[in-house]
Nanobody, 126 residues
Framework: QVQVVESGGGLVQAGDSLRLSCTASGRTFSTYNMAWFRQAPGNEREFCAAIVWSGGTTNHADHQKGRFTISRDNALNTVYLQMNSLKPEDTAVYYC???????????????????WGQGTQVTVSS
């Protein structure tokens, strides 16, 4: 069983930055493909960004490219989402997810991830 825990959310103003962190338990974190999704009230869970186990390949949602950056530190069992130039429409609960071996390889689909955190709220005021 893998436990995933997000942190770093909060209330910010438009144009501000936030860095979300996510830790995942297990000695084999370096084998997990990781991702961030978000869900606003009344909306489906939406892909934000993903990073493969080595950190060598990342994917970012088109509407966030240039503003959000995913990264990881395998020595700390942590993945990050740096969010810059935040907008009110970025307001959502942000979830971290892990795809463990054997991989599902459904990068953009929530069903491709085996373990999820409880989420962290990000609220951007105008």
């Amino acid at each position: 069983q893998v436990q995933v825990v997000e942190s770093g959310g909060g209330l910010v103003q438009a144009g501000d930055s936030l860095r979300l962190s996510c830790t995942a338990s297990g000695r084999t974190f370096s084998t997990y493909n990781m991702a961030w999704f978000r869900q606003a009230p009344g909306n489906e869970r939406e892909f934000c960004a993903a990073i493969v186990w080595s950190g060598g390949t990342t994917n970012h949602a088109d509407h966030q490219k240039g503003r959000f950056t995913i990264s990881r530190d395998n020595a700390l069992n942590t993945v990050y989402l740096q969010m810059n130039s935040l907008k009110p429409e970025d307001t959502a609960v942000y979830y971290c997810a892990a795809d463990t071996p054997p991989y599902n390889d459904l990068i953009f689909d929530p069903h491709g991830y085996d373990y999820w955190g409880q989420g962290t709220q990000v609220t951007v005021s105008s």
